[in-house]
Nanobody
């Protein structure tokens, strides 16, 4: 089992920044990669970014490339999502997820709300 807890969401004006955190506990030694997803109001959940447990490989959705940065601190078992130049369309509930090497996102956090005012 892996437990994930997100934090750092909130209200920000367009053009502003936020940093989300995802603290992992439990079988973190089994984690292959970590990811961030988001679900805008009335829409399906979508991929935002992912990072390998080593931190060497990162992946981003086209919509956030150049604005968002995913990183990790293995000593703290924490993954971050630095979000800059936020747009109203970035408003969503953001979820952290963990893949234990099965090519599927097995564990999910409870989500944190990001609201961007125009």
């Amino acid at each position: 089992q892996v437990q994930l807890v997100e934090s750092g969401g909130g209200l920000v004006q367009a053009g502003g920044s936020l940093r989300l955190s995802c603290a992992a506990s439990g079988r973190t030694f089994s984690v292959y990669r970590m990811g961030w997803f988001r679900q805008p109001p009335g829409k399906v959940r979508e991929f935002v970014a992912a990072i390998s447990w080593s931190g060497v490989n990162t992946y981003y959705a086209d919509s956030v490339k150049g604005r968002f940065t995913i990183s990790r601190d293995n000593a703290k078992n924490t993954v971050y999502l630095q979000m800059n130049s936020l747009k109203p369309e970035d408003m969503a509930v953001y979820y952290c997820a963990a893949d234990l090497g099965s090519a599927s996102w097995t564990y999910w956090g409870q989500g944190t709300q990001v609201t961007v005012s125009s």
